[in-house]
């Protein structure tokens, strides 16, 4: 039986740690978490806030999914949209889901991230 989502995984290209680091806490607001050594050697990285993490591993070919996303519940949207534009992220607010208040976002590698309540 299911019991919850552990964590997320998107990928991302080699050599944009730097970049993940800066949207995900930066921006986010999300703390760094430590890889595995075994798995640190891979490149990529983890984030975590409350009960939400998402793994960034690195994907020589990467490209950025179109559809595929997290969809990342918010406590207060219309702040954390706020919080966003102000650190310079793209906020693209949608109504097509009856009943919910949300918005897309994009990572600096071009990753889709949904935000609603």
């Not at 950025?64 to 207060?76: E, M």
């Not at 919080?83 to 310079?88: A, F, K, N």
Request: positive net charge; proline residues 8%; glycine residues 10%.
């Amino acid at each position: 039986m299911l019991a919850a989502v552990d964590h997320v995984q998107l990928a991302a290209p080699p050599g944009s740690e730097d970049l993940l680091r800066a949207y995900y806490v930066d921006v986010l607001g999300m703390t760094e978490i430590p890889k595995p050594p075994m798995l640190a050697a891979r490149g990529g990285c983890w984030f975590r806030a409350g009960a939400v993490e998402l793994h960034l591993g690195i994907e020589d070919d990467f490209r950025p999914a179109r559809k595929a996303h997290p969809g990342l519940r918010v406590t207060d949207i219309s702040a954390y949209a706020a919080r966003l534009e102000s650190r310079g992220a793209v906020v693209r607010r949608d109504s097509g889901l009856p009943g919910r208040r949300r918005f897309y976002s994009y990572d600096p590698v071009g990753n889709r991230l949904e935000f609603l309540v």
